[in-house]
């Protein structure tokens, strides 16, 4: 089969969408005439779309999208907003603060975590459950020192 032609959504001459209006079948020539849709997908810029692939590849790890596409976080997240407005929907600028509060509030939750395991394990001790040099093993462990 030979290489398909990138599809256009813009007319070149008036700039409107285009739509679709007949489909073949390369393989045993069916033709079905028509009015048909483009996907959204169809009219974001290749430099959007490229991202859309590698953030969706990456599985949304900035990291890992800085990594490969060399660029910094602020890029990635401008990048990111232009997907979001190409594909039809609004950039909502208080979700950076929501995820800074929402990791706060994580930290917390693990320390306090951290707190009752090293109470549990001081009682422990009181009861005659775990011998200290244990329980100091135990305490390095829960808290990373240890792997």
Do not use: W
Not at 62 to 91: F, Q, R, W
Not at 102 to 118: D, G, M, P, V
Request: net charge neutral.
């Amino acid at each position: 089969m030979n290489k398909l032609n990138q599809v256009i959504t813009k007319c070149p001459i008036c700039n409107e969408n285009l739509h679709i209006m007949h489909l073949a079948c390369g393989n045993c020539h069916t033709e079905i005439k028509g009015e048909f849709s483009f996907s959204k997908f169809n009219y974001i810029n290749q430099e959007t779309l490229y991202f859309i692939e590698i953030f969706v590849k990456n599985r949304g790890n900035i990291k890992a999208i800085e990594k490969e596409m060399n660029i910094s976080y602020p890029t990635v997240k401008k990048y990111l907003d232009e997907a979001i407005v190409s594909l039809g929907y609004k950039v909502d600028d208080n979700l950076d603060d929501f995820d800074f509060k929402e990791k706060q509030t994580s930290s917390k939750f693990e320390e306090a975590s951290l707190k009752n395991k090293q109470q549990e394990i001081l009682n422990k001790i009181k009861v005659g459950e775990l011998k200290v040099d244990e329980a100091v093993s135990l305490i390095k462990k829960i808290k990373g020192d240890i792997k």
